[in-house]
Nanobody
């Protein structure tokens, strides 16, 4: 079992920056791919960013490309999401997710929330205008 805990959310003004982190515990030695998703009240969960394990390839939703950066520190069992130039439409609960390396990594896997095996509880990000 893998337990994921997000932190770093809060209130920030439009144009500001915020950094989220997600710390994994449990089976932390497994080489999971990691992703960030977000969900606003009444909205469907949407993909934000993802990062692979062995080649550290990154993936981004078009809506955040150029503004957000995903990274990971395997020694700390942590994945980060650095968010710059935040906009009110970025307001949502941000959750991290882990995908088992035993799963399939077909084209488009990173943006499909159904392919991830473990999820954190989420952290609230609110961007004021």
């Amino acid at each position: 079992q893998v337990h994921l805990v997000e932190s770093g959310g809060g209130l920030v003004q439009a144009g500001g920056s915020l950094a989220l982190s997600c710390v994994a515990s449990g089976d932390t030695f497994r080489k999971y791919a990691l992703g960030w998703f977000r969900q606003a009240p009444g909205k469907e969960r949407e993909f934000v960013a993802a990062i692979s394990w062995y080649i550290t390839r990154t993936y981004y939703a078009d809506s955040v490309k150029g503004r957000f950066t995903i990274s990971r520190d395997n020694a700390k069992n942590t994945v980060y999401l650095h968010m710059n130039d935040l906009k009110p439409e970025d307001t949502a609960v941000y959750s991290c997710a882990a995908k088992s390396p035993s799963g399939s990594f077909v084209l488009g896997w990173e943006s499909n929330d159904g392919t991830y095996d473990y999820w954190g509880q989420g952290t609230q990000v609110t961007v004021s205008s």
